[in-house]
């Protein structure tokens, strides 16, 4: 009766005028479209944008990269693609490599959970492997410590998965913008991970319950994972019934990403933005973001790829100081960013207008990623 009234109630309801899983194509790869040598300790965002890897798996590593391949007349034309490089058959009880997809808040407050009417959550997704390995996938409810899991079977072609999971009627997450809800997939686990009795219903998170009957991406240099077309949909859906995947034009998906992450590119001889000559020695100053930092989730951390800087005063073209040594960046308030630079050589007169400009190409990164 209940699995009856959400399939009913998810044809009725009006379906989100956005996709819930932003990038869920694949398609946008701000940070980079490949990094290599990644294993034990490798925590983080690293290629496909909202993406994340959480490693602890010994002798294990892998390569993360956005590639160009996907399932036929699919739509979609990127994937994100894990290889193995390094094997680990020796595992300890405590190895884990979880992807993850984490979600605010306020934007799974429509599924109800916590209540009588909680609601399905069906998780699709397009993969691909070298082999027919069993992985697990399900929810954590990050406010309220509580999960649920599921396994599936990867093939080696293009196969679409669909894995609807009932709501939670004891709680839910908080309606903020802090992390309500994590996505997780799980491809590697010890005893840590496996040694209990798989999650098939909601319960207190219990690592133990996880991956329970989960196989190991890391048995073999052979093993890969390609995946594309993740998508989340309220109610229960088969795969015959899933909801087409909603397509977004790459501005729409890259402003969505930028949420969370920006990656603003950054040519050799750019002025970065104007300070003051604090000394005879060093500049402070504010970097000129063109509003880039006012749709973001939250206040985020700032970083830079550029490797060398100028500062000047006067005219544009009068360069009287290098600068390669200071704090270099920080956030002061929500949108602004400061500099705070002192001379590598040169020097000039304290008080005077100064201009700070990049000497190498690179990028000035914003991360307010959950």
């Known amino acids: 009766m209940a699995l009856t009234r959400a399939f009913k109630n998810a044809v009725h309801q009006e379906r989100r005028k956005t996709p819930l899983v932003v990038n869920g194509d694949m398609a946008v790869a701000q940070r980079s479209t490949s990094v290599t040598g990644l294993g034990d300790g490798d925590e983080g965002y690293v290629t496909v944008d909202r993406m994340r890897h ?43 490599f979880n992807l993850d997809y984490r979600i605010e808040g ?24 070298d082999a027919a390995v069993a992985y697990s996938v399900g929810f954590i409810d990050v406010d309220n410590s509580r999960s649920i899991r599921s396994l599936f079977t990867t093939g080696t072609d293009w196969t679409y998965h669909c894995i609807p999971f009932i709501g939670d009627t004891v709680s839910g997450p908080n309606d903020d913008i802090g992390e309500g809800m994590r996505l997780r997939f799980t491809f590697h686990g010890g005893s840590d991970f496996t040694g209990g009795t798989l999650a098939t219903s909601w319960e207190s998170t219990t690592a133990a319950n996880f991956h329970v009957g989960g196989g190991s991406f890391f048995a073999s240099t052979d093993r890969s994972i390609k995946m ?7 109610g ?44 005879t020695t060093r500049v402070l100053g504010n970097v ?14 700032v970083a830079t ?12 073209t009068t360069t009287n100081s290098a600068a390669s040594s200071g704090t270099g960046f920080a956030m002061s308030g929500t949108h602004e960013v400061r500099t705070d630079f002192t001379f ?10 100064g201009k700070l400009r990049a000497n190498s190409a690179g990028a000035m990164q914003y991360d307010a990623e959950l």
């Open 288 to 301: 000129d973001n063109t509003g880039l930092l006012h749709n973001m989730r939250t206040t985020p951390s």
């Open 106 to 129: 306020h934007d799974v407050q429509h599924l109800k959970y916590g209540t009588s009417d909680a609601e399905y959550l069906t998780v699709g997704f397009w993969m691909k492997a």
């Open 236 to 279: 229960y859906f088969t795969a015959e019934t899933m909801p087409p995947f909603q397509h977004e034009s790459r501005t729409e998906n890259l402003a969505r990403c930028q949420r969370y992450f920006i990656s603003h590119t950054i040519a050799d001889g750019t002025r970065l933005g104007d300070g003051i000559f604090r000394s």
């Open 344 to 353: 590598s050589s040169g020097s000039t007169t304290a008080g005077l207008p």
């Open 305 to 316: 790829t550029i490797t060398s800087f100028q500062v000047y005063h006067g005219a544009d």
């Open 54 to 96: 959480t490693v602890a798996a010994g002798a294990g590593r892998f390569t993360s990269k956005q590639t160009a391949d996907a399932p036929n007349d699919s739509g979609f034309d990127k994937c994100l693609e894990l290889d193995c490089t390094t094997a680990d058959t020796s595992i300890a009880a405590d190895e884990v």
């Open 228 to 234: 594309t077309g993740l998508q989340l949909e309220r």
